[in-house]
């Protein structure tokens, strides 16, 4: 068996957890047992930078095939996603903007930015992404890109069926051939 699920998110709030739980739905559905908590949280945090940088609709895509899952978060904007320097002081980087009487509300003001490591409230998505997957990147489009991620399938788990996919012509947003035997579009 391989799998696909094809998905389009509003630009709502709540569509970080659409998303968790269509991959978590889609991960049960599956049978892949102990990875479904890795894919899921990755998801929150792409679709999360998608709604906050982009600001378009977004399309998620979940490839199921007997080695992998890959799950792509595609916006319309060509900006790349930027990875952060990790923050090596919280302390003293909270002390330092504590001592402000003026901050801002918006946790994403510049106001708040500490360092090179940015924002206090934000930018560590792409760790956990990084933490959590196999690999991950950041497929180009023409108008836009996918950024994804892929876990390998849990050891011993095969497929129902045998997967056809070696035999596609088609890719992932990660380069990964596929064809499909089960394909899921949720309304």
């Known amino acids: 068996m391989c799998g696909r699920l094809i998905h389009e998110l509003t630009k709502d709030p709540r569509s970080a957890r659409e998303g968790r739980d269509l991959v978590g739905a889609i991960c049960r559905e599956w049978q892949l047992g102990e990875i479904c908590d890795d894919l899921v949280l990755p998801v929150s945090e792409l679709v999360t930078n998608a709604l906050l ?5 977004i399309g998620l895509t979940v490839f199921l095939n007997k ?3 890959e799950v792509a ?7 790349r996603p930027v990875v952060r320097p990790v923050r090596l002081d919280l302390d003293a ?3 330092e903007l504590a001592a402000d009487d003026d901050l801002p509300e918006d946790a994403r ?19 956990i992404v990084d933490a959590v997957a196999d690999e991950w990147g950041v ?3 023409a108008g836009g890109k996918d950024v994804w991620f892929r876990v390998a399938t849990p050891a011993g788990w095969r497929p ?3 997967c056809p996919c070696p035999q596609s012509t088609t890719s992932t947003p990660g380069g990964i051939s596929h064809s499909v035997s089960e394909s899921y579009t949720r309304p």
């Open 93 to 95: 980087d909270i002390a």
């Open 109 to 127: 003001a510049i106001e708040l930015h500490v360092g090179d490591a940015g924002s206090i409230a934000a930018g560590r998505g792409l760790h």
């Open 139 to 141: 497929a180009e489009l």
């Open 53 to 57: 940088h982009a600001g378009t609709t």
């Open 67 to 69: 080695d992998y899952v």
């Open 73 to 79: 978060v595609r916006d319309h904007h060509p900006r």
């Open 160 to 162: 129902k069926e045998p």
